[in-house]
């Protein structure tokens, strides 16, 4: 009876770890295209008593770190920061908060 012989569980083995070298190669080639840019994130928040700035945030209805931070393109920490100095000038007003959020909104005048 003829035919290709049954391949020994090592040579087996090593097909198969050839193929998957292979198609993890290919893949990567697939995924590997432009680069994206990354966005430089501010660590210095806007200016407070600066009206554009106020009136943006005025037009918010509800305002959180993260909504702060991707707007005006700072860092979330950094953004916290600008919202207590917003509460602190009277701008914004203290909605609900914990350890880790604080919500505010934008006083009404």
Do not use: C
């Not at 950094?78 to 609900?96: H, I, M, P, Y």
């Amino acid at each position: 009876m003829g035919g290709k012989k049954k391949l020994g569980l090592k040579q087996m083995e090593r097909v198969q770890a050839r193929r998957d070298k292979e198609e993890r190669a290919e893949k990567k080639k697939e995924k590997v295209g432009p680069l994206k840019e990354r966005k430089h994130i501010a660590v210095i928040p806007p200016n407070v008593k600066n009206e554009k700035i106020v009136n943006e945030i005025k037009k918010m209805k509800v305002l959180t770190p993260y909504a702060v931070a991707s707007r005006f393109n700072i860092r979330i920490s950094t953004a916290k920061d600008f919202l207590e100095q917003l509460e602190q000038n009277g701008v914004v007003q203290l909605v609900s908060g914990s350890h880790n959020i604080k919500v505010y909104k934008p006083v009404v005048a």
